[in-house]
């Protein structure tokens, strides 16, 4: 098919606020095409628009786990013929306080590891068609993929995973830039809820990671894990 715009396309998941909203909108100032969704409806209107006094804007709000929302995702760019860049950002923290893992509910574990590395393989699944070498896919990690931070068992687990997903993925698919990368804390509605009732001001914004992502969408870096502060 081909593609009805000459721009760059993008998907980003999760991106009503933080991080995935920092990211479109410096993509959408670059004239970007997005396809950008959420869980909450009126957030995600409120980001389309804003970002679409810059760039043309398709929302699709919806949870990532469910296939009838991934499906929808996948119409809107197979109406665009291609896809540039697939940013898996959306993921979500588990109970928050975060229980130890020997209290650590089973069930949301199992919610935990379905949003968080299931459901990104599933939309690399179902967007492959519209993949071409070449293709960006950022998948969103933590540091907590890496260290033992007490009581970060269930969503730090979920990241290792997706860390390990990645480098296979990109050991398979050596046409494609894969990246996984750590953004580093920011002060966000996650953070916050990791951390209830603190004082999370002093957290860098989600705007101080985004140069980074930027340079492994603009350049030639190879498939890898990164920081985005050391980049940007």
């Known amino acids: 098919m081909t593609s009805t715009s000459p721009r760059p396309i993008a998907l980003i ?11 479109a909108r410096q993509l959408a100032r670059q004239s970007w095409h997005l ?23 398709t929302t699709i709000a ?11 995702l996948a119409q809107a760019v197979s109406q665009q013929g ?9 993921s979500i923290l588990g109970p928050s306080p ?11 574990l199992e919610q935990v590891y379905r949003t968080n590395v299931v ?12 993949l071409q070498p070449g ?18 068992g269930g969503y730090g687990s979920s990241k290792a995973a997706l860390e390990q997903l990645s480098h296979i993925l990109a050991a398979e698919q050596k046409d494609w830039r894969v990246y996984w990368v750590d953004p580093g804390d920011m002060n966000t509605q996650m953070h916050q809820e990791a951390f209830p009732g603190e004082d999370i001001s002093d957290r860098p914004s989600p705007e101080t990671s985004v140069p980074g992502l930027l340079v492994l969408l603009q350049g030639t870096h190879p498939s890898g894990r990164y920081t985005a502060r050391s980049l940007g």
């Open 119 to 130: 459901a990104p393989l599933a939309l690399v699944q179902m967007m492959r068609p519209y």
């Open 135 to 152: 293709t960006r896919i950022i998948n969103i990690t933590s540091d907590a993929a890496v260290e033992g931070y007490e009581g970060w």
């Open 98 to 108: 975060q229980p130890e893992l020997l209290d650590y509910p089973l069930d949301v």
């Open 62 to 72: 919806g949870d990532i786990n469910d296939a009838g929302h991934r499906q929808a």
């Open 13 to 23: 998941t999760g991106a009503s606020r933080g991080l995935g909203l920092a990211l």
């Open 35 to 57: 396809i950008i969704d959420a869980r909450g409806a009126v957030a995600l209107e409120a980001a389309r628009a804003e970002l679409a006094q810059y760039t043309s804007v």
């Open 82 to 90: 291609r896809l540039d860049a697939l940013i898996n950002n959306a």
